[in-house]
């Protein structure tokens, strides 16, 4: 794997370690699981390198979840001082996925 690479797939996990507050030994590990590091990451790199940050994490959090490795779940609730409907989303990671 070219040292780039390595570095891009370094920066994933870390970034949705720090967006999921889990350790980056476990998000690796659950992208592992999911082939999302070898079957994604590394040959789309030359695509993924050049989105933001923010869309990274929510594309591989999104794929996570889809491929099982991750349990979100979203929850609605009406917030009565701003007068608007909110978005919480709830990550499950203490379970043996």
Do not use: W
């Amino acid at each position: 794997m070219d040292y780039k690479i390595l570095n891009f797939v370094i920066f994933c996990v870390g970034s949705v370690a720090d967006a999921l507050k889990m350790s980056a030994k476990d998000v690796y590990h659950r992208m592992s699981k999911g082939g999302i590091i070898s079957d994604y990451i590394v040959p789309c790199y030359d695509v993924l390198h050049t989105f933001s940050r923010e869309y990274i994490v929510e594309d591989l959090v999104d794929l996570m979840n889809k491929k099982g490795v991750l349990k979100l779940f979203l929850i609605f609730a009406f917030n009565y001082s701003k007068s608007s409907l909110q978005r919480y989303e709830i990550f499950l990671t203490t379970q043996n996925v």
